[in-house]
């Protein structure tokens, strides 16, 4: 009997509606149970928003002190994989709030996960959220480009040679002078002489 | 005397062509001043770029990468560091050490330490020839063939996390001739500076750093920054929120040198209940 | 000017200052310190072929010796350009004889610098890239332009004002054709000419004035080296004026060691005297204490705050494994010359000079003390990195000393190592003053002063020292 009510709701699969949809998990070990997902479904700011999710048993209590896991699919490393998003521990009356904060836009498919405690079985439900604005991507800083005032450090060096030109050029006027000076005496001047 | 006074008169008429002299000298440093404005516009260019890839603006693809190590899981096995060792041919030399850290009031932990890759680096701030550079991840490479081996950035680096081929590098005969790129420093140069870098020949990839390959205790994660995810190898999670539900800390924050490398506190706790891969 | 004037020129260039060839005593020196320097040097092909592996350094210790003689080398050649260019732009006379001495220290310490840099590079024949592919916001950028810059500049300082004298001696008759010929091509055509001095006179004031900023960047950019990283101990913020004051410290005292052992070797007591020993030893004093107060701020206040590191690395220092080269420097280079400096009774000929030596072995050990300490600290949770010096650096070190006494040797023969035109114009004024006074004394006139072109303007009454180089 518990059977062909799996199978019946296994069937009803929704995809890309605007409201909550719920799943049944087929569990031989434990005791059945039912988890809901509910949340915006258009999230435009990229910020995170709060997901809230409902544990039951089938008889409708709540489920309490359950780890309720909420994944995505992300492509990281060249593969897809099945993102961690958030974790939360349902409370006395089986809510849980699952915090989601998209990194890309477009249509996602986030999943709440519960793998299961003591006597009861795993459930899981999903979501498909429509971001329209990515999170700003991790400022990247770079260190690396010379900036401006380094390039002062090269201009005050180049002054600096400039001045040492400056010097050689008066020692190169004490050659001039000497050279004419000897041109115009014709012998080679004393030392001392005034 | 009288022949000074000649020399003084010709001496005076010698005085003559010193204005010109001025001239032609003020002439020369106007073309002096003005070849060292054409210079420091030269040097505008980003030499830096002759060297290796000029470091260009990320898209929204390119991985920002980071490293979370989970010192709950580390039980100080050093298979990350040997692992780390063999894939790189550095023989003695290890860019991922492994330190046994004692507390004040009694009991230790393991704390694996490889390249922060700051986003400040001090070596790479200090490297007098760019041959320490940051890639477009984020991550800090050497070009050996540039490395003059000053070793400032050794002297630099307040994390210990470079090492130096002091003599000749033991290049295992497959290493010779392999086709060195500062991603995968294969063979070695004497006299240059080497470290740990995230294993960005694996990751371009698709492939975790040898380190979080090697570690049974699935305790090093790769992540993105920018997607905000991490894997171990094992699982994959949402990078932020491993770091803030972990409490998650950052060695010598305070020196401001934005480490890359995030750790979860712990003291091994948990290298038991994890089941080894 | 007196043919008197010209005799004594002549004389003083003649007998006491003309470059000698070495003595049997000269030549044995020279040959032990080349023995001494090619051991060094093949030390250093030794460590080019095996690599730095050679040495005592370590990944835990990177820098050692050559880095200590390094800095204490570019520290020494402060004396050329304190005793040059600021004595000469404060027209303090009394500076007239030493003013080459000094200028030869400069540019031999920076040479041997500049080489030590090289000797402790892992790859030194790529010291190219730092031209090729410079980045300028490395702290040793900054120090290769500063050093380069400052090494240049010296040699210019010092062939300027050796011009004059490099005439004079193209026309000793006792000196070879050769080398006569080699003087008269550098002493471009000297011939004492007024425009000649003008040019002699601007283009030594130029470098005078431009060479101090020029000192003071190089030795605050050796201090960032250190200070711009995070290490212990390294990362202070008075670093690059520390340095500078260390570097004159230690500069002052190798000018009066060189000039207490030239003195002695070439009789020069005429022209170096105890009064230069005297205003020497005040300087050193006056710098000694300025170090000290550094010295003492720097340890003070990393000993009040304590934080981790600097804990460890106190105790080390005072107690532990640097405590011999601390406390030699502590005490034998700094409390005992400051002791002896300020007493008049050790304030003497004798004892300035041991004072002076006292500090070059203290601030060697202080260099040390400086570079390895704070690099063998963890910064991990590991021990102390151990650093033993191996035969290949104390080679290279001995090396460095030895070569730079033998260049001493070598610029010592070759040109005058007091500067004959400078001391004579010191005595020309003196003579004119003389002169005036006493034709006022005996016409009771006040006369113009004697203009004789002085290097820049000058107040002709003001100090120039009446002692100095007096017959």
Known sequence: MKRLITAVVMGLVLVGASSASLAHAQDNSGELTRLSLTARTTIVSGRPIVMKTLLLDLEGRPVGGAVIRLVATTKFLGTERDVIMDEAVTDASGIGKLNFSPTRSGTAIVTARFSGLATYGASEASLTVDVQRPVVAHHRTHNGDQSSWANLILILVAGIYCIYAMALWQARKIFRSGLRNENLIGSTPLEGTR | MDGNKELQGAQRDMAGPAVGSRRAFLGKTAAIAGSVVLASQITKIPWESAAHAAASDPSDEVPQWAMVIDLARCDGCDDCSKACQKTHFTGDQKWLEVFKVHDEGGGHYFLPRPCMQCENAPCENVCPVGATFTNESGAVLIDHR????????????????????????????????????????????????????????????????????????????????????????????????????????????????????????????????VTPV | MSSATVARLQEHIEVPLRPRAWGFKGRLLASGLGLVVAWGVFAWFHQLDSGLVVTGLGNRVPWGLYITDFVFFIGISYAGTLVSAILRLSHAGWRRPITRLAEMITVVGLSIGSVLIVVDMGRPERLLNVVRFPHLHSPLTWDMLAISTYLIGSIIYLYLPLIPDLAVLSKSPTLGPLRRRVYRVLSLRWARLPEQRASLNKSIAILAVLLIPVAIAAHTVVGWIFGMTLREGWDSTIYGPYFVVGAIFSGIAGLIVVMAILRRVYHLEEFITEKHFRYLGWLLLVFGLLYAYFTGSEYLTMGYKLNMGSQSLLHELTLGQYAVPFWTFGLAGLVVPLLLLSFRRTRTIKWIPIAGALVLVGMWCKRLVIVVPSLALPTMPYEWGVYQPTWVEWSITAAAFAAFTLMFMVLVRCFPMISVWEVDEGLEREEGLEREEGLEREEGLELEPVVEEPLGSRRALAASGAEGGKR
């Open chain 2, 146 to 273: 540039i490395c003059i081996g000053c070793r400032i950035c050794i002297a630099a680096c307040p994390y210990g996390a470079r090492s130096f081929n002091w003599g000749v590098p033991e290049n295992p005969p497959g290493a010779r001739f392999a086709k060195y790129s500062p991603e995968f420093p294969v063979p070695h140069r004497k006299g240059t500076a080497e470290k740990c870098m995230f294993c960005v020949h694996n990751t371009k990839m698709g492939k975790l750093p040898a380190c979080a390959t090697a570690c049974a205790m699935s305790a090093i994660w790769l992540g993105d920054l920018v997607q905000d995810v991490a894997t171990n190898g094992l699982e994959t999670v949402k990078l932020s929120w491993l770091l803030s539900s972990r409490h998650a800390f950052r060695l010598k924050e305070e020196l401001g040198t934005r480490p890359r490398v995030w750790y979860l506190p712990g003291h091994g706790e948990e290298a038991k209940t």
